[in-house]
């Protein structure tokens, strides 16, 4: 399950020019670096000012002496940068009395006081996690100042600062350190930096090798287990960015010191191929929110400033310098200057985003994410199946769940996590509860809930033990399909989800068809949500709305959060509803099954703290079904003009959408109102090659492999 | 009560460089110019190719032939320019082609079938008022490309065109033609240039003199009545912007033909006057949305574009150009021209966005809109008072309201009208039912409201003989303060509304200080609404919440519409909200008056259609009370950065906040959490230079006139 290599690409274009825009260089440096070089002398004017502050360590994240340690690591950083790029003392003296504050601080710190539990306790913050973060951008501003230092004020730092540093995130928090997971990366690459600056074999070989130096631990393992062979991280884009800093950081460093390792060409270039698929994995800069995911989280972090810099550098690849282009930013460090350099010659060309399919897992066998894109990846269309395995702690129950994006916008969303990240008043900044009663839950994502349950009835180790199944992936331009099958989210009930990313003459936006196939060895209540973002424009079906007393849709698994608006009994072709956002029009459209609802309903229900943001779902329900299949499209239409008070095509341009179950196969048939007909046939039978063919009344459908975009002949057209 | 001449100026300037990089120069010609030019080729490409289509009138707004006849005027107007700049002689025989059909359409045509009533219908269009419209766009191309034509063309377009399109706008539509309102200036302008192009005295004598020639009606007495002297539209911005168009293109005409007559100098310049309010009432380029107004208006739209040429050409003010720039666009005239290439030579300057009262009413005795502004007119603040009178039909029951702008937000929301322009399901893009029932009501604003009755009762005759009094502006730098009476919204009932903008030692942003004092005969219910954007991060007080079931909070006048989340009882200094804004953190701080509530709200119930946007509100509530003073404040504090993961100040940096009445006067305190106090004496005396002094405690404050900014001596700090 490779990336396929012919696929057309859309490049991240809109934010072009904007370096050049933005500053006037200084100097012959290029611009991009220029401003980074000011834009650190400016925080260390400010740090400098303010002295060295290393306070007692107190607060969680958010708090005072939180911030001001990961400013003071900040300096460290930057200021050990300056002083390799200007040379002036001033910044190596700033530096080294920031670190002989904490070498006094250091060695007198135990538990912290606002640790969840002493497990995770780090020394200078409240997790190990950011103790590790600490150190990685501080043996890296160190290195750059210690060949400066007296021979006092150098041994003292590595001794009480240092050494007992990379002692306590290794061996100090063994368990951590040896675990397969972002938080021991952060932890063997601050310990095996810290080794090779302070000359200590034995730091290197725990980092890369494990405590035990067996390799079943340790940096090098990690590399081979957290990543697929896609380069996808089983945790999602948001960890995988986080997750990444440190990977390509410590490999910089091994390749600098230990080039011999080939540090980069490990498990097939596995490292860069992350940063890559890290890339890919956005839509106009912004990352999927699969999972605990911030949705403000872009390209424009530090982590990824890093990653554009040091791939550039191993690879000249000119896509990475439209990266950095768009990040606006680049990194201190020489790699940073020839991004900087190379971006200012002219050199950068669209990075190549493009439909995708990555496999999840070490082996690459625990399902995929697959990415349909059409157009750019910044206005254009992206299709994102989440077909991908739990992923652990901050994995969300959300099998065969998918996201939309047009315009510009995420239309069918994802809710990300519940939190409100360093915001002391919201639980000091950490997951809500609301992150486990609405965030994680099935009901909150776009995928098929049974009896109001989540998948594997909420049982995170239970869903870490089962994936999906890609069965079918196509990139074929206009006619892009992925299918997958979850077994086991349910006991008895497995369910198959085909979308596909359809071209229609006629119509100025693809179509999207969602077929949704339950099987089950009993009757079930099934409700398939939709999250959207977006005006109610018109709705097809008539509704007995709750006006006047908005009640509650359930008592339990993130139902509970939910308001009921109205409720309707869709018929024929009334099953729609139309939407506005900004510009554009987006008419959901399904076939309705026998007997089934539809619930129009808003989140924010059993909410007392005003936790969750106030976010609207279609829910089509349908009750007492044993197998069903849920035939559904997104059309997106029109334009509204505010500015020069002009609509036009306000109304969905589709006459029908109807399915048929024939001999075993899914045939969907949309008609628009000129009378353009085309079908999308589903075979499920995952041979490539096998053809098919079944007959429709008069008409015979022909096609080969698991699914297929048909053209039919034209219909009466309505105008 | 005119400008304050002196006031600090803050300029548009967030988009300034944007033509520059959208555009490269195709010609000799400035790139915005050239731009126009390549726009209009490529819509009179696409509208020959689709051939003449004038078809018989039938749709309402939004539907295919009113969609088709604005098109139609577009390209009669456009088609017209293009020959004058190029030429080509397609250009002229296309706009000639449309109206040899609408030559053949127009005498068959009676009142139009989608007409509201026969009063206001219009021949090509659903209403009147779009016939004017496209008179005034078609008359000046027809004006363009008249000398071209064959005498029998010519003839037959003066005759069965414009002279019946003259007369039907003028004698056939009297009544609209005799009003003093924007739809009479329209048909004004239209028919007074049809006069100039086929040399008609008679159109032009009643377009400027009225149907009698009197003067008593007519363009020229509507420039005299429909303007405030500070050139303040009593309809406000949105409805200004709209009204803009046909007076200065019409006064360009008049100049062109008739000099003499010095209609730019005419009542004190009042045309350009007019023209900078129009530009002064925006933030970020957004118009106030006052009234009847849909909130994405921007200084980006038609009428602007000719007003900000026209103006240009005659006062050759750069600021001027730098509006042009952030809009992007100019006209195909000359005056257009003269803008591109002022622009490409450099001649911009900022305009001088500033600290504003602005009279309403034709003898500027009706009230007034007060505009409080500090740093720019972008990201930084603008308190919007709204002090004016009613405004007419479109006018909203909104005495006193506020609004308030801030790091390129609308903080304190006006929700505007309740219409989705031009879409067809939105009961045909009309004004929807909720336009009364809510968008105009008292409590859909930010004002007070007594007994849950809207102002005046809702009764717009009533409204408009009665005005708020503007008692105080001053536009001092760091202590800005506007105060109004309004008397007669209710029956025995006033209140005066002072609402500040002051800057405190140690805090980033300024503070607004709201101090509403109501004096009643007998006691009442009081409501204070606060309509907000941003998520709530913390309430001070303790709560009764509706989590399981939403209850709606009244019965009419807007009340029905009101879901109530929860419902607490504020005391001491308990009395606050904190919400996030993109990057930013706010906290509304009230002091409890005795038994005061305070409910915490969204707008949605009773809204079966989805016609509403749901919007949040505070409101604090006194019942029985007699006279009461509600005094709160708005504080703009910290900065969440997601990107950075970095949080500061998202708590309030208030300590407290007090009230004292003393002596008939209104103290309001503030203290900081690092002991810094300010108070805002009111003594509610308009004489400017009597001195006032007030003891409170041990302390003496001094202060001359209606109300200042008083720095007291610090208290004890907390940290």
């Known amino acids: 399950m490779a990336s396929p290599s ?38 260390l004017a400010t740090m400098m000012d303010a002295g060295v502050v290393a306070p007692v360590p107190k607060d969680p994240g958010g708090g005072y002496t939180h911030e001001q340690h990961k400013l003071n690591y900040k300096a460290i950083y930057e200021g050990g940068q ?87 995130l290794s061996t100090g928090s063994a368990e951590t350190f040896s675990k397969i997971h972002n938080h021991a990366t952060w932890a063997t690459a601050g310990v095996g930096m810290t080794g090779y600056v302070l000359d200590d074999k034995e730091l290197v070989d725990i980092a890369l090798l494990g405590l035990d130096k067996s390799g079943k631990t340790g940096f090098l393992r990690q590399s081979e287990l957290l990543f697929s062979p ?71 972090t530090d982590e990824l400033y890093h990653g554009v810099a040091i791939a550039y550098s191993k690879t000249r690849d000119p896509g990475l310098l439209s990266i950095a282009q768009w990040q606006g930013r680049t990194v201190l460090t020489d790699d940073g200057k ?19 399919l990555l496999s999840d897992g070490p082996e690459g066998d625990q399902g995929a994410v697959a990415i349909l894109r059409q157009v750019d990846s910044v206005s254009g269309q992206a299709l994102v199946a989440k077909n991908s395995s739990q992923g652990m702690g901050h ?162 698994n993130g139902y509970q959060h939910i308001w009921v608006d109205a409720v309707g009994k869709p018929l024929g072709q009334n099953g729609f509803v139309t939407t506005l956002l900004d510009d554009r029009f987006y008419t959901y459209r399904f076939v309705p099954q026998r007997g089934a609802e539809t619930i129009l309903a808003e989140i924010g229900a059993n909410d007392p703290k005003f936790n969750l943001r106030r976010e609207p779902i279609v829910i089509q329900r349908v009750k007492g079904a044993q197998n069903t299949t849920f035939v559904s499209m997104l059309e997106s239409h029109g334009r509204y003009d505010g500015a020069a008070e002009q609509t036009v095509g306000s109304d969905s341009q589709i006459k029908s959408l109807n399915h048929e179950s024939i001999d075993g196969a899914d045939v969907v048939f949309v008609e628009t109102l000129d009378g353009k007909k085309i079908a999308l046939a589903i075979s499920y039978d995952t041979d490539p090659g096998k053809k098919h063919s079944v007959k429709f009344g008069s008409q015979i459908l022909n096609w080969t492999g698991f699914a297929a975009r048909i053209d039919l002949p034209a219909g009466k057209a309505k105008r």
Not at 15 to 30: F, H, K, L
Not at 346 to 352: I, Q, S, W
Not at 501 to 516: F, K, M, Q, R
């Open 338 to 356: 020839l991004v900087a350099d190379d971006l200012a010659a002219g050199k950068a060309r669209p990075f190549p985003f493009k439909s995708l």
């Open 82 to 168: 300056l002083y390799r790029i200007t040379g002036e003392q001033k910044y190596a003296d700033y530096v080294r009395d920031i670190l002989l504050a904490y070498a006094e601080l250091y060695p007198t710190l135990g538990e912290h006081p606002a640790r969840k539990n002493s497990q995770g306790s780090g020394r200078i913050f409240w997790q190990v996690l950011n103790d590790a973060m600490w150190l990685v951008d501080s043996i890296q501003g160190y290195e750059a100042i210690r060949g400066s230092l007296s021979v006092t004020d150098r041994t003292n730092i590595d001794d009480n600062v240092f050494r007992k540093a990379a002692a306590f």
């Open 395 to 556: 994995g969300h129950f959300d099998k065969l769940s998918w996201q939309y994006y047009d315009n510009g916008n995420e239309i069918v969303t994802d809710y990300g996590a519940a939190r409100f990240l360093n915001i002391e008043a919201k639980e000091g900044g950490r997951y809500l509860p609301e992150n486990e009663s609405w965030a994680k839950q099935s009901i909150a994502h776009n995928t098929l809930v049974v009896d109001e349950k989540s998948h594997f009835d909420g049982d995170e180790k239970l869903a870490d033990t089962i994936a999906p199944k890609q069965l079918n992936f196509s990139d074929v331009e206009g006619a892009q399909i992925s299918s997958a099958v979850i077994e086991g989210a349910y006991p008895g009930t497995s369910f198959t989800r085909t979308l596909a990313l359809l071209d229609s003459d006629g119509l100025s936006e693809p179509l999207v068809i969602d077929v949704v196939r339950v099987r089950s060895t009993k009757p079930n209540q099934y409700d398939l949500p939709l999250h959207y973002q977006g005006h109610i424009m018109r709705v097809g079906f008539d509704t007995e709305s709750n006006i006047t007393a908005r009640p509650v849709l359930g008592a339990d």
């Open 230 to 300: 896609d380069g996808y991280y089983t945790e999602g884009p948001y960890y995988q960015r986080f997750a990444l800093k440190p990977f390509v950081v410590f490999a910089g460093a091994i390749e600098k010191n230990d080039p011999a390792r080939k540090i980069f060409e490990h498990r097939d270039g596995i490292l860069l191929k992350a940063l890559r698929t890290t890339i890919q994995l956005t839509y106009d800069g912004y990352f999927f929110p699969f999972n605990d995911a911030i949705k403000d989280k872009s390209l424009q």
């Open 6 to 43: 012919a696929a057309t690409e859309y490049g991240l274009s809109s934010q072009s020019g904007q370096v050049a825009a933005d500053s006037e260089p200084q100097s012959s440096d290029a611009p991009l670096f220029v401003n980074e070089v000011e834009r650190a002398k400016k925080f």
